[in-house]
């Protein structure tokens, strides 16, 4: 109690703060390049607990981390098939699709594990991986250099995400699709085939954002994701469809999660308030946009199917 | 011909659905058509049964009913959940403070309470999207995480049952609210309460509105386009309230029905929003859409996605598969049947070409996207 | 998500048409025996649940759970005591189901299709059931955790004294905690959580622990944020650690990395760490199972609470042989269940 503001707590904070981020990166940069094209992803927390899932099982009865990532990231690849056929080639509507997807992720995800584990047990954890000298720098250390390497990875992604973005064609010609579908495509750009790219990567990332989740935690369990994948949807507004802006929502809503539970475990904040203050991350999120009071569009086409007439 | 496509793509979306739900039935080793059968009727087999998925669909037409009415008016409303907690809350607290009016009062005060309660927390998103520039998708996504909180800490610490205090079992729930507050069981021997005339009421109330008084008429010009409505002089930051205010009330209305039409007539909480709402606030998403964001349309429509829930629980139970399987079949279900209607769309237009001329374009492609009101 | 052409309501229309069509025919093909879950209301032992042919038919159970059955916690508890009934028994479950209409639904389900016994395995079930119990006087409902019947006559409630176990687990925490700090980890602060927590912090202040820290997540499925509160109570220095409910496994992950041995509470966690689980206290519902059946047979269908404890052997601490645990510990908590059984201990005080 007398100690919480040492430096210990405070850097072991930060690193549990990245930890929590992690997934709502993955996933956010992952909606946040669909809605570039133009699609709306309810879907993200079903994928991500199917991937979770499928992640799981592969390390518990092969004991390949390797294998269980790209397990992990094969299932989002394939639901963002699913999600595109089912968005971008049927045309359907967006939001109950994606609702769609998700009751299926949570539902099937839970009948799988009930089928073939049953019984909660720990497979082999994604390992921390120390940077080398920088690791070793007392706190600074703890808290920025001694991830996993999917950690590392999530935030590697967000410079690559806006490069991909900004200053490559794929990228021009996704926000072209999401912002007027209709000259894009005068200008030969097949909606669908950058709307179902866009998709595809989306997902996969939302597929990576729940494998990221449970390997860190080595275990599995029914609704795993505990609404994450809401809120990932919800940071890509925060971030303002920008890679730097949603990683920004991850970091805050991950470090105020962090501290709070800090604050509680050192008994900082009372336990009579325990559930008022986990309301803290939501409210600070909103919070931070009012005062930042960003007037920024959406991608014009947004949840706006394309057929040429 | 264009008739026959009409009719058989729904028929082998249906079909296509049900395959997958055959292939899973078959992977647990229960038998598929006993399964369907046992689906139809645990969902519409009896007075009884259909009475149990009326009584199921009702916070699916509210939230539904609420949905319409904000998606007319270009807002985007994923905080049904929160909404209908804050209903239940404040119904709740009302019946606590007056339980001793008679029935014919204390009815009306709790519905109303839950219109007011899930009004305000609709509000809230309105009011931060219509003069802070927050999306509402972020706003109400993070008001569902701030009232199950809420509702924990309500639940387990002012509005606790003395009773559980006292014996130290502490379960967070409220004392047994006031039998003058209950709504009466319409069909004796059913579930069928006064909720299910009530949301049928309201989504009317719900058409009505929309379609019938200039609040409407101005939330509608809104959704189609907010510059166009401003320059007709037309107040778009307080439609934006209201619109999310109104969808919130509905939601908040249900929360209400939820309460006292429950077998239970008090509130607990088990932790989660979905323990409570079972998922209501996202559900009622889907009724609504696939109603055409038509108030009207979302009856009908929330009582076929009740009766998926109802049907699915019935089947787990007959025969003894995991109960994960019913909201995967429900997920399933949703999938298949919104895929299916656009694909019979481009079939018909296919087959039809001519129907092009004979239609304007069509109106909601080329109508500016929901979210500019937010930058205006 | 916008206004749709007007013909969507056609396309409603049809898929109405044809869900009912398909329905029907799923029905038409269907087995021609009756729907499962009705068979049993014509059957007539469901009208005299006393008969001596009870021995021989199976005893039909069936239960409504809000977790998996194989949860290593709440519902696994029941779903083994059941199953280590003496007589034989048909048990149907609807497990999972933590929406309380829908719980109720599959509850009113049950008690329609002809089973004996429902057990109602939810304390926020019991609101619900209120209702239903009385439209089904033949049927013997269970409803736990709960320490009153609500006064209905075929209702027999039952609770653990889960603060017994907690307070057992809390003086072999302290007992081997070198530094004296010990951290709980709880979902939120209400129900079983807190009778265990009361216990174990009581258990462990009273053998020498300096500082008891309970950090409640605000949720019972959050395994990350559980995680994270284990994370965190460690750095401040707690060297053993315990919790309630399905998101501690979170906690064990991390007690795991860090080698804190770890206190189970609901079902034997062992399997968890089999190295680092020091002991577990297990619900052992069969002791009075046991005694309801018995009690239904005479003629008696409810209207009594039950209440597993450590003197009637429904509360048990399981220690683990694989842990290390020094003699001293181990006569610690032996006491501490002693001193229990006989009186001289209040684990809540």
Request: hydrophobic content about 50%; overall charge negative; glycine content about 12%.
């Amino acid at each position: 109690m007398s100690d919480f503001f040492t430096a210990t707590v405070l850097f072991s904070t930060l690193a549990a703060g990245i930890r929590l981020s992690t997934p709502f990166l993955f996933a956010g940069l992952g909606e946040m390049i669909g809605q570039k094209s133009g699609v709306l992803n309810l879907g993200v927390e079903g994928v991500m607990l199917l991937s979770a899932f499928f992640a799981y099982w592969t390390a518990l009865s092969t004991g390949s981390l390797w294998l269980a990532v790209l397990v992990g990231m094969l299932v989002g690849l394939l639901m963002g098939v699913v999600y595109g056929l089912i968005t971008v080639v049927f045309h359907a509507e967006q939001g109950i699709s994606g609702i769609g997807i998700f009751l299926f992720g949570l539902g099937f995800s839970d009948l799988m594990f009930q089928e073939n584990v049953g019984t909660p047990k720990f497979t082999s954890k994604l390992p921390s991986v120390d940077i080398p000298l920088l690791s070793d720098i007392p706190h600074v250390g703890v808290a920025f250099f001694q991830h996993s390497a999917m950690t590392y990875t999530a935030f590697v992604m967000v410079p690559l995400v806006m490069i991909l973005l900004r200053r490559t064609t794929f990228g021009t010609n996704i926000r072209a699709v999401g912002e007027n579908p209709e000259s894009a495509d005068s200008l030969g750009v097949s909606v669908a085939r950058m709307r179902f790219s866009a998709i595809v990567i989306g997902n996969t990332l939302a597929g990576v954002a729940g494998t990221a989740l449970v390997l860190e935690l080595g275990i599995f369990q029914p609704n795993l994701t505990a609404g994450r994948g809401f809120i990932a949807i919800a940071l890509v507004y925060f971030g303002a469809w920008r890679a730097p802006g949603v990683m920004a929502g991850a970091l805050l809503y991950g470090l105020v999660e962090a501290t709070v539970i800090t604050w509680k475990a050192l008994g900082i904040i009372p336990r009579s308030l325990s559930d008022i203050s986990a309301m803290a991350p939501a409210v600070i999120t909103i919070g931070a946009l009012v005062i930042l009071a960003r007037r920024v569009k959406p991608p014009a086409a947004l949840t706006q199917p394309f057929s040429r007439h | 011909m264009h008739r026959l496509v009409s009719a058989v793509i729904p028929m082998l979306a249906a079909l296509a659905a049900f395959a997958c739900a055959a292939i899973i039935l078959l992977a647990l080793g229960a038998n598929p058509f006993e399964g369907f059968r046992a689906m139809y009727t645990g969902a519409f087999g009896s007075v009884d049964r259909l009475s149990a998925t009326a009584v199921r669909a009702v916070p699916l037409v509210l939230v539904g009913a609420g949905i319409s009415i904000s998606f007319r008016a270009s807002v985007i409303n994923i905080g049904g959940e929160g909404q209908i907690i804050a209903g239940a809350l404040l119904s709740t607290v009302t019946a606590l403070a007056l339980p001793g009016l008679p029935p014919i009062i204390l009815i009306p005060l709790v519905l109303f309470a839950g219109l007011v309660g899930g009004g305000i927390w609709g509000a809230v998103p309105g009011v931060l999207k219509a003069y802070a520039s927050v999306n509402e998708i972020l706003s109400t996504i993070m008001l569902n995480i701030v009232a199950v909180q809420f509702m924990n800490y309500m639940l387990r610490s002012p509005l606790i049952d003395p009773l559980e205090i006292e014996r130290g079992t502490r379960i967070p729930q409220t004392e047994r609210l006031s039998d003058n507050a209950a709504l009466p069981t319409l069909i004796s021997g059913t579930r069928f309460n006064l909720g299910v005339p009530v949301a049928v009421a309201a989504a009317v109330g719900a058409y009505f509105l929309l379609w019938r008084t200039p609040l409407g008429f101005r939330l509608r010009a809104v959704g189609h386009s907010p510059d166009a409505a401003r320059a007709a002089g037309i107040p778009v930051e307080r439609s934006v309230v209201s619109a999310l205010a109104l969808s919130g009330s509905l939601a908040g209305l249900a929360g209400a029905i939820l309460v006292f039409g429950s077998e239970g007539q008090r509130m607990i909480t088990d932790g989660s929003s979905a323990g409570f709402t079972g998922s209501a606030g996202f559900n009622g998403i889907v009724a609504a859409l696939f109603g055409g964001l038509h108030p009207l349309w979302t009856i009908p429509s929330a009582y076929l996605f009740g009766g998926l829930i109802t049907g699915a629980n019935h089947l787990q139970r007959v025969l003894q598969v995991p109960a994960a399987l019913a909201v995967t079949l429900n997920g399933i279900v949703v999938i298949f049947v919104v895929s299916s209607s656009k694909v019979r769309d481009r079939i018909g237009a296919i087959l039809k070409a001519r129907r092009e001329f004979d239609h304007p374009a069509n109106e909601s492609t080329s109508s500016p996207p929901a979210e500019e009101v937010a930058a205006t | 998500m916008r206004n749709k052409n007007r013909s969507r309501r056609f396309k409603l229309l049809r898929f109405v048409a044809a869900v009912m069509a398909l329905g029907l025919l799923a029905s038409a093909c269907g087995d021609d025996s009756d729907d499962g879950e009705a068979t049993g209301t014509t059957a007539p032992a469901t009208t005299a649940p006393a008969t001596t042919a009870a021995a021989e038919t199976p005893l039909k159970i069936a239960l409504v759970a809000p977790s998996a059955s194989d949860d290593l916690a709440f519902t696994q508890s029941m779903v083994d005591a059941i199953n280590a009934l003496s007589d034989p028994v048909d048990l149907s479950i609807t497990d999972g189901t933590f929406v309380i209409e829908d719980a109720a639904a599959a509850i009113r389900g049950y008690a329609e299709a002809g089973n004996e016994i429902v057990v109602a395995h939810g304390t926020q079930f019991g609101a619900s059931l209120a209702e239903i119990a009385p439209d089904f006087p033949e049927v013997t409902f269970l409803w736990g955790t709960s320490t009153d019947t609500q006064g209905l006559a075929n209702v027999f409630a039952y609770s653990p004294d889960a603060a017994e176990g907690g307070y057992v687990n809390g003086v072999v925490a302290a007992a081997i905690s070198a530094s004296g700090s010990i951290g709980v980890v709880g979902p939120i602060e209400a129900g079983d959580a807190v009778t265990y927590i009361t216990g174990f912090n009581n258990g462990a202040l009273a053998n020498g622990a300096t500082d008891v820290s309970i950090t409640y997540t605000g949720s019972f499925g959050d395994v990350a944020l559980a995680a994270e509160a284990a994370t965190a109570l460690i750095i401040n220095g707690a060297d053993v650690l315990t919790g309630s409910a399905q998101m501690v496994v979170g906690a064990v992950g991390v007690a795991s990395d860090e080698g804190v041995p770890w206190f189970g509470t609901q079902a034997n966690q062992t399997s968890l760490d089999p190295s680092l689980v020091v002991a577990s206290q297990v619900y052992h519902w069969e002791v009075i199972l046991e005694e309801m059946i018995d009690q239904r047979e005479a003629g008696v269908l409810g209207g009594e609470a039950f209440e597993i404890n450590l003197a009637n052997g429904g509360l048990e601490i399981e220690f683990n042989d694989g842990f290390d645990l020094s003699a001293d510990a181990r006569a610690a908590g032996d006491a501490a269940i002693a001193g229990i059984i006989d009186g001289s201990i209040d684990p809540n005080g």
